[in-house]
């Protein structure tokens, strides 16, 4: 427990927590966006997906058991992430009071610059998500639990909501492109041989997630896909 606490003390331990939390959100990230392509196939199908995922492990442990586990531990790491990157820019500003600068092009430092930004963002968006499409308590679109299509339908079908969840999508792409190429780094992956294709990999991840979440509200947003009105 010791060795543990005095790892977590060191910069480099906070940044394999901030990294290992962050892969973890990313997997959630890829699991979602898979379970929301299920839109495309219809209302039955996303259905029953939303239902089958409280489902999980039933027999064994009772309903909704493993999906709370899951949450928990997407909670757990969500918190590691923001106070161990808390903790992990005072102890930085405590080494360094006074910033150097080194000649980075926009393209290399505007991701970068923008983590505190798009973090910020991504809480306060992480907030009202949950509250209008799990709890059902925001915006007043029509809401009933387990009925994720026409829920999903009905907010996406005014229009504006869409364009927010497609912005929105763009911001969490940015932070995940940077936080991709953190974590090459944080795990030593990176190397001047093997940089180009790593943010290569970074980049078309980051693209594949922004198209996969977008395509949903916009699909919902023109006409192609949703319940009739
Ligand atoms: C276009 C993009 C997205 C759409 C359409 C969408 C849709 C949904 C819906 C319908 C639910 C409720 C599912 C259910 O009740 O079974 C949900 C849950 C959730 N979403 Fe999203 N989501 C999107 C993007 C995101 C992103 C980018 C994040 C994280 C940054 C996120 C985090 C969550 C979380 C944490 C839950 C709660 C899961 C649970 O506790 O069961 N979502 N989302």
Known sequence: MNRIKQFYGTAVGKKFVVALSGIMMAGFLVMHMIGNLKAFAGEEKLDHYAAYLR???QDMFGHETVLWLARIGLLVAVLAHII???LLVKQNHKA?????HIQKSFAATFPARMMRVSGLLLLIFIVVHLAQFTFGSWLSTPFEEGKVYSNISQAFGAGWLAWFYIFMMFIVCLHLYHGLWSFFQTFGIDNPDRNKPLRALAIV???????GFSSVPFAFATGMIGVAK
């Open 84 to 86: 161990t990157i808390v």
């Open 205 to 211: 991840v980051s693209l594949v997630l922004f198209i």
């Open 55 to 57: 489902d999980i492990g």
């Open 96 to 100: 360094r009071p006074v910033k150097y």
